[in-house]
């Protein structure tokens, strides 16, 4: 039963990781143009 | 478009840019007709492209481009002709509006739904093994006990945060002396997180964390679901505004044109009303002669002819020539702002309307609550030790769970209203939706409503128009617009001159013709009206074309649709009586009254409520405002005026008035499925409830009835609006 100890916190800083990462794409703005960032990915980056 | 430019020196936009960090300004446009990822990089490298452009960006889904100038430099009427040029016409966004569209609250209610979702699944992680347990595996007490301290260190932390939008809500109708539904869900909540604290502590059986937090995941998603609602209508309806009328244009000392925001215009500013700009503030006319269109203002179809020192109102069209025009008021003193006041009397006992959602919870408190006192007291008497008899109350409390209230309704409601979207009507909020399926009157508005709003031709004759057709078409004027509308391909007369007010005048095969008042093509004594065309060339006859405005194609099918349904109908217009008769006989209305004032059809619709009909008021004119604003349910055609496009509750597109019968279905519908859904609701509390005072209930029945009854309400939301044939 020992390997829970380790096992529980590790699944939890897991999803905790999940939670970050939602938070920082919700501050980012990534939820903001959804249509946009769709269509952005087929234009080519200009070359200066 | 209105914004585009058509003189050569270019109007003056400074007023609306904001500044921006680094020291540059930024602006804000509504660009129209962008949607693919080849107009997203031709608008942003055309527009980068522009002197003194610092940036470009293009919003794909809400159609907003921020342009960012560099410190000291750009000019946004380039922006705007440069984008015209491409062919994406855009407005300008007021610096008010566009900073008020931060969708601060939406973000948090998804950072909320993130973390309830996080908290739900983990503590679930931990309940499993524990529900495991109850069936009779394996399961140690210590081992139970640790999953249970887990489960709490998860899911409190989440179940406050998640909670918070609710537990706020609940303080403030608290303090004001309400209860709203957030009281009962509050309470609920915090009881299950204490008793699951206490019950971890005494190392007993039941901890509800995972069942509090997915409590709130689903009441959150219902949050969500309405505050999206709410967020799309607001800015579809601010887009459709800033279409409209955002700016002025005032001459400056120095005679520079200068795009002005509408509440920066200040009496005895001079501006300038170009043909087809809607006179923005109430004035007095400096210069130049025209004819204006109020039909938006009054209800009235003919056009009306002013000349230098006559008074005019904000709202009426500009239909011939340019006008120079000394403001008398500021934009919120015009006489809009009369009518603005009687909108405010008539938003105001629109609020004390009760939502479905609300009037269920108003039942559904008391009783559960009494239930969940009856179950501690009853349990105790009958010998069941404090402690149990509290663990049962507070699955009595968790099992009822509000979900029904809390979701299915708005699940209905964003249904019905994305249904409605793609049919072009737009629903301001959920709780018009729920007003408009209770509706058993209607009454329209005559002109732009019944009516297309613009005049065409009675009994055309092909060869008179193909004669008048080259004059015609080299005119902006409606009339001439209506009469070219039914003339074919052919030459325009060469050397036009237009006079305003009066006609135009060309040549047509070398000889030389004109179209227009009967005065002006040298008729004398016929009775002249303001809805007629004369046409006559040299040495020829006269011919005279006569204009109505007509019915809209669909109009008398949905008045016989409307009354199928068991509504009654009636017109109120400001226009004629003669005139709206005429309508009225077309459509197959018994009931109308014409010449009313805008306090006259508040006043008829406050009576027809009086007698205790719920009315629906469709209208699109600033003299249908008050009575929108005071009818039960109020839709708007797009093309209304924006005062009345605030006052309704649904704006429909297009020119199909099937719009308002299929709102009204559509409506009935979702309000069908809610009533449905309270059903289901009350059905699975009366097999729930009683399960729960015996002590049936373990927090694995908790979980799972839970999701179960609302995956349940979900599903039938879905079915809204579904055509059944």
Known sequence: MAILMFLAPASVALALVGLGAFWWTLRSGQYDDPLGDASRILVDDERP | MAMTSQASERPDFSAFLRPAEGGGRSIELLVKGARCAACLSKIEREVRALPAVDSARLN??????????????????????????????????????????????????????????????????????IWAGLFGQELGPATRTMMMWLSAVIGAPCAVYAGMPFFESAWRSLRSGRANMDVPISIGVILTLVISFVETVLRGRDAYFDAAVSLLFLLLIGRWLDHRLRANARSAAADLLAMQAPAATVIGEDSAERRTPLADVAPGDLLIVRPGERIPVDGVIEAGVSELDKSLLTGETAPVRITPGQACQAGAMNLGGVLHLRATARSEDSAVAAIARLVEAGTQSRSKYVRLADKAASLYVPIVHTAAALTFAGGWALGLGPREALLRAVAVLIITCPCALGLAVPAVQVTASARLFRRGVLVKSGAALERLAEVDHVVFDKTGVLTEGRPQLIDPVPAAIAMAAPLAKASAHPLSKALAAHAGPTLLADN????????????????????????????????????????????????????????????????????????????????????????????????????????????????????????????????????????????????????????????????????????????????????????????????AAPAAMIGLVNPFVAALAMSGSSLVVTLNALRTGARRR
């Open chain 2, 496 to 687: 036009v001159v237009e006079t305003a007010g009066q006609g135009i005048e060309g040549f047509i095969g070398g000889r030389r013709a004109r179209l227009g008042r009967a005065a002006f093509v040298g008729v004398q004594g016929a009775p002249s009206s303001e809805t007629e065309l004369w046409f006559g060339i040299e040495g020829d006859t006269k011919i005279r074309f006569a204009f109505a405005d007509q019915l809209r194609s669909d109009a008398t099918a949905a008045v016989a649709a409307l009354k199928a349904r068991g509504l009654t109908v009636e017109i109120l217009s400001g226009d004629l009586p003669a005139a709206v008769g005429r309508a009225a006989d077309a459509a197959g209305v018994a009931e109308w009254r014409g010449a009313l004032t805008p306090a006259d059809k508040a006043r008829i619709v406050a009576e027809r409520t009086a007698e205790g009909h719920k009315v629906l008021m469709v209208g699109d004119g600033l003299n249908d405002a008050a009575a929108l604003a005071g009818a039960h349910a109020a839709m708007a055609p797009g093309t209304a005026l924006d005062a009345s496009q605030n006052a309704a509750d649904l704006v429909f597109s297009g020119d199909q008035l099937g719009a308002v019968v299929e709102a009204l279905d559509v409506a009935r519908s979702a309000r069908g499925r809610a009533l449905e859904n309270f059903s289901f609701a009350a059905l699975y509390n009366m097999v």
């Open chain 2, 60 to 129: 794909l889904t809400t159609g907003k481009l921020s342009v960012g100038f560099e410190p000291g430099a750009g000019d946004p009427a380039l922006v705007l002709e440069r984008l015209d040029s491409l062919g994406y016409p855009a407005t300008l966004y007021d610096p008010g509006k566009a900073s008020a569209a931060r969708d601060a609250e939406g973000r948090r209610l998804t950072l909320a739904l993130g973390v309830a979702a996080f908290g739900a699944g983990n503590a679930m992680m931990f309940s499993v093994p």
